[in-house]
Every structure is written in C-alpha cells, then in structure tokens.
C-alpha cells in the first residue's frame, strides 16, 4: 500500500489540523481511514454540538439571535405540527412553503437521529455544550437518550421546542444532567412540575468537587449530617506536608466553630470552604476574616431549604437583602466555582405550567450556585413558591431574577426585575395583547 507524507504526521499534528475543521468537514475526515476515524473522534474536538444549525448548512460556530423571526415560524409549527414520519412523502402538489416546511423537518429529524445513534455513542462524553433551541423536531426520546449519552454537558438551551417531561425522565440516571450549569427551557409550553422534580433530582446528586470536603456527598445522607458528620477537612494553600488538617466540627455551632478554624488558618491558607450552614455566615463579622471572600464560599450540603424552613419571614428578608448587596454580577461564573456545581442559569420563561409545588422541588434540592433566574410567563405561580425558592438559591442577585408582574406580596419587589414577556410574540405572558 503506498503512504503518502500525510501518513507520516504525528498524531498530535493532524489533531491540531482537525481543531480547526466543522463538525462536516470532521465527519469526512473520519471517513478516510481508520486511523483517521479515530482522530476525528477525538474528545478534544467535540465539545459543542449544534444539530439544529447542521441541519441548515451551518456549520460554522456563529452564533443565532434566539428572538428573531424564527420564533414566529415556530410558534406557526406549534400551532400546526406536522407529523414526524420519515416514510411520508413530501406533498408536492401543495402549498410549496407547508412542503419546505416538511422537508426542513425531515431533514433536521434526520440529523439528529443520525448524531443519536453513530456520533454521540463515540463522543458523548465529552460533549460540554448543547444547542437544541428552535428544534422544529427534536423529541422527548431524542433529547432523552442525548441527555443520558452526554453525561459531561454543561450547557443545554431547547427554547422554544416542543419536548416535554418525558424528555427529562433519565436525569440523575448514571450521572445524567448532573453537570449542567445552563439549563434554557424558555419557550416550552408542555413543561410542567415533573420536569422541575427531575432537575431538582439530578442537581441533589452533584458531586462536591471542593479542597474542603464533607463526608456527605448525596442529599439524602446530607440530612442526616448533623447526626454523624461532625468532621471537616481543609486544605491549606502553603502545601505543606500536613496539608489536610481535620477540625472538629460542633454540630450546634457551626458558625463559631468556623470562627475558631480562621483563628487558628490564616485567611491567606483558606481556598475554599464547603458547609452548608455557611449561607447564612456573615464573613465580615468574624475575627481574621477580612480577607476571606465570600466567593471562595461554597455550599455543598442540600439540606439548606430545610434550615429556610424554620427561618421566620423576617429572617428571609434580611438575608435575601443583605445577599443581594453583595452580589455578584457575572451571571456566567458569578460564583467562582467548578462548573460542575449545579446550575448557574435556569430559564422556564413561558413555562406556564409550573406552579408552586415544581418550585418546592427545587428549593429542597438547593441552588447554591443559581445566579439567574427567569419565570416570565409562569401565570400559575405565587409569591410563597417564588420566596421558598429564592431563599434556596442564596448566590441569585435579585437584579437577575424576572417573574410575571403580576404576582403580589413578595418581600423583594421593588429590587427584582419584572416579566420579560411583555414584548416577546412568542412566549406566554398573561399581558400579551393588552
Ligand atoms: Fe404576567 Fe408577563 S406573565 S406580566
């Protein structure tokens, strides 16, 4: 067999030569040659997927303005879907842009059906990023088996597709939805309660990931921590041999308690901290604190929404308010931790079937790191759910939090923002045409 000097290339070559192909040209590539095959499929390579604009020829990274004229054809596809069958045939006798239609369905169903069974099963795992939004053909069991086949994705954005609960049955299954920090579910009229259990599902099951660790890693044990938890473990910055030192934790007293590990760990030594009870921890009151910030604070345990329980309203407030004096504002990485701590941005805007009892379900499960937060358009919601859940996610700035304008009694209305619906054709919100 005659080798070409291409065939002589390290493989660190022709893998930098593939960084700079689309995911078309990649597929080509693995096309070539065995080896070639398995250097197209490398894990480096696949970080991103974007199906929806594949199908559409576009395969360069660009980005798409989500509240485009898209959204009108798409809420046209939500008000006329068009039977998902591959075996139809296209009626070309009909109104040409109903059979372009069609045949932008098929095409996009295709692709995601092919990218389901040959290419996730090779790199699924290390797919970081999804964009799935404006899927006129994306299916529950299609993102379902997407979701458990990507077990790493971080980013996930479906607005405005027609997937429902069903498409989120797997989550926490085998790590499933664990490590999405961007869930975007805007534009999702049949999401209801149940897909906000299974999030809230998953997220219980996040791995902590800190320097300092607790004992307990799942919710359930979580509750029981103050039972037989009562040691932690941190890790100083001086790398010393005796970097893990342990500290007796008083179950009753966890604030002072940590008052006397600064004292005895200068602030310098500290790089991060993983406690529960830290969100109500005020750091500059403590003695040696002052350069200690609060966002190398982190929060671990889930079992926070039953401390909110027994708060007064009172108590609420005052944290909710003195929270957001001090919070950040990058929405993104507002809270200074691993990625793969639970989810930072959470949009259900237009989800207007979620009421009170699916906001619980997140709420017990905790949000430490949540630092946006968008409910246009949940009509059914009041401000009990809405407070329960604020007071769960205690990195949310109130400046990034938007519920429907109708919603009265919530102790943070003058600072929170208002619906974002008012504007947007395709999204519901209970002003729409007023
Ligand atoms: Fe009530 Fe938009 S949903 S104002």
């Known amino acids: 067999k005659k080798q070409t000097q291409i065939d002589h290339m390290p493989d660190e070559v022709i893998l930098k030569m593939f960084s700079y192909f689309n995911a078309q040209d990649l597929c080509h590539c693995a096309c070539v040659s065995s080896r070639w095959n398995l250097l197209a499929m490398d894990g ?32 046209e596809q939500l008000l006329n879907p068009v039977t998902l069958d591959e075996d139809a045939d296209i009626d070309e006798s009909g109104d040409w842009v109903q059979s372009h239609r069609c045949l932008q369905i098929r095409h996009e169903l295709n692709m995601l059906t092919k990218m389901v069974k040959y290419l996730l099963p090779q790199i699924g795992k290390f797919v970081k990023r999804c964009d799935l939004a404006h899927s006129c053909s994306l299916t529950n069991n299609l993102l379902c088996k997407i979701l458990q086949l990507c077990p790493n994705m971080e980013y996930l954005d479906v607005t405005q597709s027609c997937i429902s609960d069903s498409a989120f049955k797997g989550m926490s299954l085998n790590g499933c939805g664990i490590r999405l920090n961007h869930l975007d579910l805007s ?122 329980k027994i708060r007064t309203n009172e108590d609420k407030l005052r944290t909710t308010k003195n929270r957001n004096k001090n919070a950040p504002e990058d929405v993104n990485n507002s809270c200074g931790l691993n990625s793969s701590q639970g989810l930072q941005y959470l949009s259900l805007s237009g989800c207007y079937l979620i009421t009170d009892s699916g906001l619980r379900f997140l709420a017990e499960a905790g949000l430490p790191c949540l630092s946006y937060l968008d409910l246009s358009g949940c009509l059914s919601i009041t401000s009990n759910g809405l407070v329960d859940l604020i007071n769960s996610c205690p990195r949310l700035p109130l400046k990034n939090l938007y519920y429907c304008d109708n919603i009265t009694n919530v102790p943070f209305d003058d600072i929170a923002n208002g619906c974002r619906n008012l504007q947007c054709k395709s999204r519901v919100c209970c002003r729409t045409g007023e």
């Open 187 to 308: 534009g999702c009229i049949n999401v209801t309660d149940l897909t906000l259990q299974r999030i809230a599902r998953s997220q219980k099951s996040v791995p902590c990931k800190n320097t300092m660790k607790c004992c307990m890693r799942s919710s359930r044990k979580c509750r029981k921590r103050s039972a037989h938890c009562s040691r932690f473990k941190y890790q100083s910055s001086d790398g010393t041999p005796d970097v893990y030192k342990s500290f007796e934790q008083n179950k009753d007293d966890n604030c002072g308690q940590l008052t006397k590990l600064i004292d005895i760990c200068t602030p310098q030594q500290f790089q991060s901290i993983t406690c529960s009870e830290l969100q109500d921890w005020d750091s500059s009151d403590k003695k040696g604190s002052t350069e200690l910030e609060m966002t190398s604070v982190s929060v671990c345990d889930r079992s926070v929404s039953q401390q909110d």
């Open 44 to 75: 480096s390579l696949w970080k991103e997927l974007r199906p929806v604009q594949w199908a559409k020829a576009n395969w360069d990274n660009e980005s798409t303005s989500s509240d485009s004229d898209d959204d009108v054809d798409v809420i």
